[in-house]
């Protein structure tokens, strides 16, 4: 009597949700201290002054206003500015009327795959993967085909990438920076994808899209250079949110950009608005869509994150574990201490170190570390990391 | 290489949606004291002052807190004070745990029958309908039946209704007060769809689901009476908002509850929460669960739009229209002055009167009026209302 997919996926609920209600419980018992939950992507520093303030502001105007329904699209002051920071941040002719404010990341995915895919069509994934793209996926009826990305960099493979293509690709998901990795690809991978994806598409008469996730995109260490997609690809649709770059990431709000130079960049546009319009999106939340009028492109203060970072990387490999240094994002990605990455993780838990098994990324064999947290838990959390890498060399 | 539904979903937007475009550009034109709109339901009334009053005191709590991810079914007090309003305001002993947070009543409605529904699945809807139901099935996987709720009161017809019931049919929307007549289905209605549900459920040994789309539950005139539904029928799914009873239309808040007496309560809830979580709906804005917690139940000052509600009325029949007199919602429903809606709506647009023809709600013959305006748009629109009937008599 109830729809047996939805039903399943309801029960086993994702790795990292469940780990996220385990700790809730766990800090319950012995204090939230003494839980080294580094499980999920819950962004520690507080929003720019610049959110508050502009929400004060705002709560002074017309309540109607203010709170009312947008266009389906957003706003369309939003949506102008949105498109002048693109041109002026990345040198690229953004349209302002193909941008379509979403309620965060997530929906920026279903949205555009609902919208691009048809049945039969497939999507090609690089592991490591957020793994909920295989549920945004078959939520629009179609299917992934994963493609590794080899250790120890988990930068792009293009001879992989060029056998799994076939008639059947419609798109592929490109995340950079990259979760659970924190690895950025490089310019050099991203022409040779492009120039590859061109191939591909002539070949089979069909545009491939590269979906650009971008969540972590203003979370870049070091002056890594992040290419703009756009600006290498015409068939590339952009999945932006201010999740993690406002530390918003409860009020939902993001947007979807078509390039104007996609294959039928207008039809696109329709399809992903008609496709929200099927979902329930009737609209993006509309005093953060404001807050993305006034914030969009503000480089949030990354001093906290860059600490973590180097703390936790050069700590953690001293005491003997391997991990890949993030150039993005806020996760460090440690090569797990036995094969079974969920063993490890059970393992660390005993220390009450909450991690996440890759497997669940395509990536079996490691674990994601958040350290999005404060510095504090960090320190706390080392002579935990320490014994349970004794525990293995014992 | 896009999805056709998708794409003609995204074309051809809403009757509702193209109007609202179209005055905005009218409005630009001629000024928007001169251009009559009445075809969108976004509320004209402030928001309750205690709504930005909460917001400036949750701009002194902790920025991470405030705005960070929730559990994807939402905040847990949330949660529990709605129970808890619900168990004072109707006697009806909800469930903290079955009640999952939303972006709004349409994600409550594709949240709930994606949970609910399975390929060749049937829902009925009772005309006149809110237009959108039908995409939402079809989201689902599904097909509507429609059964009319005869003219002039627009109640329910409970001998259609046994005879569209059959094996495939899955769930029922019942939206009262309704969208577009402004009609409260009376105790008595209730209680026999709930007897025929329950007789029919047996019947075909498979539950059928009243969902109850209850935006306008806040909403009501003159004291009427409107059941609470999971009162009556144990299989109840409320889909709730606080887009009209809180004017924050924009911000997309709402919830999902399960009666706790629900068949396979448990399950249906995990349903909802994969669905949920399919459609990319990681929680609802997290600032609005809070302000949900504090402003749930509160009763809406009504007397703006009930001075509305008697106004258009009153001057609409003196004139020699016909209409359903409104107990609930901010909507008339009128009688066409032509059997073509369509036409007749062509034609009050050229005295600059938007109004929404009933084609598109399962009732072709009448239009819609959405009086939640101001009372100043309303005295200078009747004239034109005047001169639209004269044009007819002449």
């Given at each position: 009597m109830l729809s047996q997919e939805m039903l399943a996926l309801g029960k086993k609920s994702s790795a990292i949700r469940e780990i996220f209600e385990y700790s809730k419980k766990r800090k319950a018992q012995i204090g939230a201290e003494n839980v080294y939950d580094f499980?999920?992507?819950?962004?520690s520093i507080p929003a720019p002054r610049q959110v508050n303030e502009e929400i004060r502001r705002l709560l002074t105007c017309d309540s109607v206003d203010l709170h009312g329904y947008t266009s389906a699209a957003g706003d369309m002051q939003t949506r102008q500015t949105i498109a002048e920071n693109i041109a002026r941040r990345f040198g690229f002719s953004a349209d302002a009327g193909l941008i379509y404010m979403t309620c965060g990341a997530a929906a920026s995915l279903t949205v555009s795959l609902k919208a691009l895919l048809q049945p039969g069509d497939e999507v090609l994934l690089l592991a490591?993967?957020?793994?909920e793209y295989k549920v945004f996926v078959e939520n629009a009826g179609a299917r992934v085909r994963v493609v590794a990305c080899p250790?120890?960099?988990?930068?792009?493979d293009l001879q992989a990438l060029e056998n799994a293509i076939?008639?059947?690709?419609?798109a592929i998901i490109l995340n950079?920076?990259?979760?659970?990795?924190?690895a950025v690809f490089p310019e050099e991978d991203i022409r040779g994808l492009a120039a590859l994806l061109t191939q591909k598409s002539a070949q089979y008469h069909r545009p491939i899209t590269?979906?650009?996730?971008?969540?972590?995109?203003?979370?870049?260490?070091?002056?890594t250079f992040v290419p703009y997609l756009p600006n290498y690809y015409d068939d590339t649709v952009v999945c932006y949110s201010y999740s993690k770059a406002l530390s918003l990431?409860?009020?939902r709000i993001g947007y979807i950009l078509v390039s104007?130079?996609?294959?039928?960049a207008a039809d696109t546009f329709a399809a992903i608005c008609g496709a929200g319009r099927s979902m329930g999106y009737?609209?993006?939340?509309s005093l953060f869509q404001q807050i993305a009028k006034v914030?969009?492109?503000?480089?949030?203060?990354l001093s906290g994150y860059d600490k973590n970072r180097r703390l936790l990387y050069d700590s953690l490999t001293q005491m003997g574990y391997s991990a890949v240094y993030p150039q993005g994002a806020f996760y460090l990605f440690v090569k797990s201490l036995e094969p079974d990455a969920a063993a490890f993780c059970e393992k660390a838990k005993q220390h009450e170190l909450l991690l996440v098994p890759g497997d669940s990324f395509g990536a079996p064999g490691y674990v994601r570390i958040a350290?999005?947290?404060?510095t504090h838990q960090i320190q706390r959390s080392l002579p935990a990391f320490q014994k349970l890498i004794e525990e293995y060399h014992l």
């Open positions: 499980s999920l992507g819950n962004p490591p993967y957020f793994p250790e120890p960099r988990f930068g792009l076939d008639q059947n690709t419609r950079s920076p990259n979760n659970p990795t924190g590269l979906l650009a996730d971008e969540p972590y995109r203003e979370l870049v260490y070091d002056n990431p409860g009020e104007p130079k996609a294959t039928a009737v609209c993006a939340p914030c969009d492109g503000i480089a949030p203060d350290y999005c947290v404060s």
